[in-house]
């Protein structure tokens, strides 16, 4: 069997501005064979041109194409819900384009939906409109549940904190579409052509990327390349189909990851 790929970015094959030795490989290798493949990011704070471009400093050459966000999952999900309606959003650019790209409307005014993304600049003044809006009846969505990001200084709020707050608030739960929702797992095979049965998912998470891919029917797997050690997968009561140190052991082998030398 030739398998199709689905694979985060961060931690898989960049760390921040950095390569992760063997990416840029495994990449041309998948190019020169044919296979399909998409990378997932549940950052919605950019688009997939800016993500190609960030990728391309680091030296990797992705189209946007092949590039799916929480973000374009978040908008393929709210034209299927609401075509045509209006959100509040909490969010840059990667999350107010997918929006627009399909025809709603922003607005702070009686809105169908708040929308909560990714942004380094939550503000006070934000959040305590969302809360009032979704305590009048708007209804509550958020691209990820990612409780922290990294930087450079330590760890930030991100998506899934800033939901918790609304929520706790408001007492109404958000609907997240990122990973680990299946949702967007099939999006992202309906846009390769591929079918579970003969994907995997690569990625350096138990709680998004493994999980995501095991609900959706994909095979997984698990680099240590990221925030993942070599005990993490013993910790939860499902595991990854395989665990390899980085997305260098692939190199050679995507055609069938599971062969033996």
């Known amino acids: 069997m030739v398998w199709n790929y689905l694979m985060d970015m961060d931690g898989v094959l960049v760390h921040e501005e950095h390569i992760i030795p063997g990416a840029d490989q495994f990449l041309a290798e998948l190019r020169d064979q044919d296979i399909p493949f998409m990378l997932l990011t549940n950052n919605s704070i950019y688009t997939p041109r800016d993500l190609r471009a960030r990728l391309l400093r680091t030296g990797l050459d992705v189209p946007e194409s092949s590039i799916w966000t929480s973000a374009l999952a978040t908008a393929k999900f709210l034209d299927t819900q609401r075509p045509g309606g209006a959100a509040y959003v909490i969010g ?9 790209s399909i025809g709603y409307v922003l607005t702070d005014t009686d809105p169908d939906y708040v929308v909560l993304g990714e942004t380094r600049t939550y503000s006070f003044e934000a959040i305590t409109k969302a809360i009032r809006l979704v305590d009048g009846g708007a209804r509550f969505i958020a691209t990820n549940p990612d409780e922290s990001g990294p930087s450079r200084e330590g760890l930030l709020p991100a998506t899934g904190s800033v939901a918790a707050l609304i929520a ?4 109404r739960e958000p609907y997240f579409v990122g990973k680990p929702n299946p949702l967007m797992m099939r999006s992202a095979l309906r846009a ?10 690569i990625g350096d998470r138990m709680d998004t990327d493994v999980r995501s891919g095991l609900e959706a029917g994909l095979q997984t797997i698990l680099v240590l390349s990221g925030i993942s050690g070599a005990d993490t997968a013993e910790r939860f009561p499902y595991r990854p189909t395989l665990v390899i140190d980085s997305i260098a052991d692939l190199v050679g082998r995507g055609a069938d990851p599971f062969k033996r030398d």
Do not use: F, K, N
């Open 92 to 100: 840059e650019a990667g999350l107010t384009t997918a929006l627009h």
């Open 168 to 171: 706790r608030a408001t007492g």
């Open 192 to 201: 390769i052509g591929a079918h579970s049965e003969s994907t995997l998912m």
